[in-house]
């Protein structure tokens, strides 16, 4: 089992920054990489970013490019996600996942789940 804590979210104004992170405990040698998600109420959740372990590849949803970067310290077993240029649309529960399988844009190929950490972005 891996257990994921997000932190960091909170009230933003337009154009501003936050940094996300992720603390992940136990088995976390099992995962081939993790990722970030976020629902904004009556959405579907969507993919953000992902990092896979091997060559340290990321991936971004065109959406977010060019203005968040994921970013791991293995050491500390810490994802993050910077996210600059906040828009209102980027208001959302933002949750990190970990995957032992393969490292995608669907939820569906993660495995473990943190619990969420609201992101508002004022306009």
């Known amino acids: 089992q891996v257990q994921l804590v997000e932190s960091g979210g909170g009230l933003v104004q337009a154009g501003g920054s936050l940094r996300l992170s992720c603390a992940a405990s136990g088995r976390t040698y099992t995962t081939y990489g993790m990722g970030w998600f976020r629902q904004a109420p009556g959405k579907e959740r969507e993919f953000v970013a992902a990092i896979r372990w091997l060559g340290r590849t990321t991936y971004y949803a065109d959406s977010v490019k060019g203005r968040f970067t994921i970013s791991a310290d293995n050491a500390k077993n810490t994802l993050y996600l910077q996210m600059n240029g906040l828009k209102p649309d980027d208001t959302a529960v933002y949750y990190c996942?970990?995957?032992?399988?393969?490292?995608?844009?669907?939820?569906?190929?993660?495995?473990?789940w943190g619990q969420g950490t609201q992101v508002t972005v004022s306009s």
């Open positions: 996942a970990a995957t032992t399988r393969r490292v995608t844009s669907k939820d569906n190929d993660y495995d473990y």
